[in-house]
């Protein structure tokens, strides 16, 4: 086996991994959010569409998906890998042993929360992703007055529609699309779907504000210079801030719409 491969597959290698594919995924969570942000906005969900078709359609960031889908089978697998070598190198525990005083809880607790928002994934994409994939979502047309900028829109039946189009005719921007906002809007009238993502989001907060200290610490940056910044925004961006602006977005169409 050469160094490399043996540097890889060593517990410092599997932890090196894991942050590596821990902060890739945090990155796209704010760019995510931004993103998903549209569905607050008032206009029948045509920025959030226009959105979702730009996402799956835009080349680069095709390709980067794909790498996401990756990094989050891997960061999973590594979890798995290093928790049974930890077991393993430890089977019976310290008779002495205080959880609460050699650890916090979200460290002791990282298996069940990224079990949690694995459960968590595999709803969402089954819920959005696979239906917007699979034409299982409606479909609308959007109709905007270039000199007034007033915008119109009416349902599509499925033999109107046949692929993402915007094109101006007589003074108009007409934008045909699948209508993923109305989906989201549908799938967030389901209270037990509601209660999940928002307990999802409390399993992310807890998991992110763990996993974004231990990554930066498995990439040697725990100097007192920097530890100050990485907390800061563990907790605040991370912990509070993203965590709630999407639990925010469920809570948004079962009360609000």
Not at 21 to 47: P, R, S, Y
Not at 117 to 123: G, N, P, Q
Not at 207 to 235: C, E, M, T, W
């Amino acid at each position: 086996m050469s160094s490399f491969n043996q540097a890889l597959t060593s517990t410092l290698g599997k932890k090196l991994i894991m942050a590596l594919t821990g902060l890739f995924l945090c990155t796209f969570l704010i760019v995510h959010l931004i993103g998903n942000l549209q569905l607050f906005k008032d206009d029948a969900g045509k920025a959030f569409n226009d959105y979702a078709y730009f996402m799956t359609h835009f080349p680069p960031i095709k390709a980067v998906s794909y790498l996401l889908y990756a990094s989050i089978i891997i960061h999973a697998i590594y979890a798995l890998l290093l928790t049974l070598h930890n077991k393993k190198a430890r089977p019976v525990g310290y008779a002495s042993y205080a959880g609460n005083k050699n650890s916090t809880w979200n460290s002791r607790n990282m298996g069940i929360l990224g079990t949690v928002l694995l459960v968590f994934i595999a709803t969402h994409m089954s819920n959005f992703w696979w239906k917007f994939h699979n034409d299982e979502v409606p479909y609308i047309e959007y109709r905007t007055n270039l000199n007034t900028l007033e915008t119109q829109f009416t349902e599509l039946n499925a033999s109107e529609f046949t692929d993402y189009q915007k094109f101006t005719q007589d003074g108009e921007e007409i934008t045909k699309a699948r209508d993923l906002y109305k989906q989201v809007a549908y799938a967030f009238q389901n209270p037990l779907l509601v209660a999940f993502y928002v307990l999802a989001m409390a399993a992310l907060s807890f998991h992110l504000i763990h996993g974004f200290n231990s990554a930066f610490q498995s990439l040697g940056f725990d100097h007192k210079k920097y530890i100050p910044i990485v907390r800061f925004l563990a907790v605040w961006l991370f912990g509070i801030i993203i965590p709630i602006a999407f639990a925010a977005m469920p809570l948004y169409f079962f009360f609000c719409k």
